[in-house]
């Protein structure tokens, strides 16, 4: 199998006239956790979106380029299928409100009309939960609704939810910002246990939560990748001078 | 403790015990009104008075069962009509909140609400009453259904507004298409609001008498056919009322007290509805 | 375990080899003294390279660790510690090699005797126990093992300060052993190094553990 399994090409968005993402080219190589980190507006969320082609949902948004997905153009695809095949989980933990947790997890099939039969069903929840470390915690409380859990778990469930499609890449939006320390931490050591079947781009604030988690660091700046390289490589030795002073915290 | 620190205290507590004076006496009133209907109307409604038809002038007892059987009818009919419009038109405002469509309707909406209920009636009146010869449950059916629709309107779309968007990401980022968002998620997260503004645009049009007078009209005995004139309880107790006769006047009281009971069921099943049925965001 | 908690530990297996690694260099330098055996002694000095790359190693791993996880408190002292033990062994790793290199340029057999007379023999002995124990207390974070190390340093100190007068003892008695004499006696000063060094180790090793500091205290009760 080939080793990179997201290539953006000259992928650009925007927002109206308003050009946030500009000619970012990028590989992103398989089983690997990829951070990409950058200050607020520079394009970080809004390129994510894009991968999924959640980035169109939003009125006045448009985009130009490839996103190539294990060598198809996502944008030729159709936006249902792509979602399929990249999960995405958010900055705020949304479990849906009125489906129980065991639903929440096979939510994607449920919602979407794919009937399963029951045992299918149960090996997907308990799979999908054990992956998050969550099973654990919530399999004696499956039928009660997911707002009952903690969010740091809300968070986790979410990811099983994501999870549960079987996904080749998932996608994450600050996923830890809205999350206690100690939520972050578990989420943060799941990272590295999903990436042994998932491939995981993440979009953080957090510098450190870059620095910890990824094998390769992405620095979005003014809509521009400014850096992308080895973690250890970005945060021993940047070589990008804006790359330097953002992560010395010197920026001006 | 300084005379000023004292003034303010004094001003303090003379504010919280004038805003509790008012809406004591607001609510005195509508206790008034509601003890007097129940009253002058409790006696009269007996099984006789809800299952007997009206009598002539003279004669001891009589019902109104036919009101309430074309109330019903009315008021069913205009939520077919209302219901489904109403939802959908609401949940088109709240997914696509700055679209130009989005902006008249809703403009129209807040003018139709505005609209007096008599003027529906005439518009009504002149556009399915002349126009199909003649007066029909049908046509009043219709001219509700339009004073149902913005509460409708208004209260599904400030429900589904009040969902948060992070909801329908979710939904879409699963690969759901459109329609199963809005039917599978949407919805149902924000059913107790809908079902309550449904209800309430119930209750609201359960009173009507107006739009009534021009359409549905009135009717002695009991009927059950649309396209004919249909007796309601709003128009019963209008007629009643006017009428000269005392047994007439205690028969519009009986209806009244009715008309009371049934607003209130609603409204107390509303508040049922929207707390059993609330989903925890 | 966290991701964090592996990098830490994977540190500590580096330096634990790094150290048997310097063990046996010095264990060899001295096998190759004792013998005599030239071959070993070049081997001695080839393997310094492997001890040099073990250094740079780990430095780049305690870089990278800074960088990544911005370690605190007992991770922080920790690391710290690890940067300078690292760098302690890496020079015993050199006294090792320089030990070699003299019996590497001298012709002939060195003449055991002055070994013995002088304690070097004893107190070679002593430096590789001494450096063994701290590696001992170091992968046990067994502090009072690592404090029992300043007594002992003071042992070969005791013979580094007496060596001066038996080397001019020997050479006085006969001047044919020079050499081996002076020879001898700059192996004891390298060997005094090799107790400073353990000391320095101890030291952190204490500094890590018990968030003590020991460096330049010279009262003994403090060490205790």
Same mark, same amino acid.
């Given at each position: ?93 949304? *479990? ?20 399963? *039969? ?46 549960? /499609? ?67 490589? /970005?945060?021993?030795? *940047? ?14 | 403790?300084?005379?000023?620190? $004292? ?122 009453? $002349? ?151 | ?43 001695? %000095? ?35 510690? %690890? ?32 070994? %013995? ?19 001992? #207390? ?28 038996? %080397? ?17 006696? #700059? ?38």
């Amino acid at each position: 199998m080939e080793s990179t399994i997201v290539k953006a090409i000259d992928y650009n968005a925007y927002f109206g006239d308003n050009h946030v993402v500009k000619n970012v080219n990028i590989e992103i190589p398989r089983n690997s956790v990829v951070a990409v980190m950058g200050p607020s507006g520079c394009g970080k969320t809004t390129f994510l979106r894009g991968i999924n082609r959640m980035h169109e949902l939003i009125p006045g948004a448009t985009a130009k380029g490839k996103i190539l997905l294990n060598g198809e153009d996502v944008m030729e695809m159709h936006p249902i299928f792509v979602r399929l095949k990249i999960g995405m989980v958010f900055q705020r933990p949304n *479990p849906f409100p009125n489906l129980s947790i065991y639903d929440n997890v096979i939510a994607g099939y449920k919602l979407n009309g794919i009937k399963l *039969p029951k045992a299918e069903k149960d090996k997907i929840v308990e799979l999908s939960l054990s992956r998050v470390a969550l099973w654990n915690e919530v399999k004696d409380s499956l039928t009660k609704k997911g707002s009952f859990l903690s969010g740091g778990q809300q968070q986790r469930l979410c990811i099983a939810r994501a999870v549960a /499609m079987e996904p080749e890449v998932l996608l994450f939006d600050e996923p830890t910002s809205a999350l206690d320390p100690i939520s972050t931490s578990t989420v943060e050591e799941l990272f590295h246990e999903l990436k042994k079947n998932y491939t995981l781009i993440i979009v953080t604030h957090n510098m450190q939560q870059a620095a910890r988690v990824s094998d390769k660091t992405a620095f979005f700046y003014l809509g521009e990748l400014v850096e992308y390289d080895e973690t250890k490589q /970005m945060f021993t030795n *940047p070589t990008d001078i804006r790359t330097q002073n953002y992560i010395t915290g010197r920026f001006s | 403790m300084s005379v000023q620190v $004292k003034y303010r205290i004094g001003k303090s507590v003379g504010f919280q015990v004038l805003t509790i004076l008012l809406s004591v006496a607001c609510v005195i009133p509508l206790i008034f009104i509601l003890i007097y209907i129940i009253q002058a109307g409790i006696t009269k409604i007996n099984w006789h008075f809800l299952t007997n038809l009206p009598k002539p002038v003279g004669e001891i007892g009589g019902g109104i069962a036919n009101a309430l059987v074309g109330s019903m009818i009315v008021i069913g009919v205009a939520s077919v009509i209302a219901i489904p419009v109403g939802i959908l038109c609401g949940i088109y405002l709240s997914e696509n909140k700055n679209s130009k469509l989005a902006y008249w309707s809703r403009l129209c909406v807040d003018i139709l609400q505005g609209v007096p209920s008599i003027v529906i009636g005439i518009v009504a009146y002149f556009w399915l009453v $002349k126009p199909l010869g003649g007066f029909s449950a049908l046509s009043g059916s219709a001219a509700l259904a339009v004073m149902m629709l913005p509460i409708i309107i208004r209260s599904t779309e400030e429900t589904l507004l009040m969902l948060p968007d992070t909801l329908r990401e979710a939904a879409y980022a699963l690969g759901m298409p459109f329609h199963r968002v809005i039917l599978k998620v949407i919805i149902p997260c924000g059913i107790s609001g809908i079902l309550s503004g449904v209800m309430l645009s119930v209750a609201r049009i359960a009173g009507e008498t107006a739009p009534l007078l021009f359409t549905a009209f009135g009717n002695n005995y009991m009927a059950t056919n649309l396209t004919k004139p249909m007796e309601t309880l709003p128009h019963v107790i209008f007629t009643y009322a006017t009428s000269p006769y005392n047994e007439w006047k205690d028969l519009a009281w009986g209806a009244s007290c009715m008309l009371l009971i049934f607003v209130l069921v609603l409204n107390i099943f509303t508040k049922f509805i929207t707390r059993k049925w609330k989903v925890q965001l | 375990m966290t991701q964090f908690e592996n990098e830490i530990q994977a540190v500590k297996v580096e330096l634990v080899s790094m150290w048997h690694l310097v063990e046996s260099q010095l264990q060899k330098s001295r096998n190759a003294l004792f013998n005599f055996d030239r071959d070993l002694a070049r081997e001695v %000095v080839l393997k310094e390279k492997r001890v040099n790359a073990f250094e740079l190693k780990l430095d780049r791993d305690c870089e990278d660790i800074f960088a990544l996880f911005c370690p605190v408190a007992v991770d922080l002292r920790f690391i710290l510690a %690890v940067l300078k033990i690292n760098n302690n062994l890496e020079r015993i790793g050199d006294i090792a090699e320089g030990i070699c290199k003299y019996i590497i340029e001298t012709d002939r057999d060195f003449d055991k005797s002055v070994f %013995v007379k002088t304690e070097m023999a004893h107190m070679f002995d002593d430096s590789i126990k001494i450096l063994a124990d701290t590696r001992i #207390s170091f992968e046990k974070d067994d502090t009072i093992l690592a404090r029992s190390i300043f007594k002992r340093d003071e042992v070969l100190d005791t013979i580094n300060s007496n060596a001066m007068a038996r %080397v001019s003892e020997i050479i006085k008695e006969d001047i044919s052993l020079m050499n081996d004499a002076l020879y001898t006696l #700059s192996i004891i000063r390298k060997l005094e190094r090799v107790g400073d060094q353990a000391k320095n180790i101890a030291e952190e090793i204490i500094f890590y553990v018990e968030a003590k500091v020991l460096k330049h205290t010279e009262d003994a009760s403090v060490k205790i």
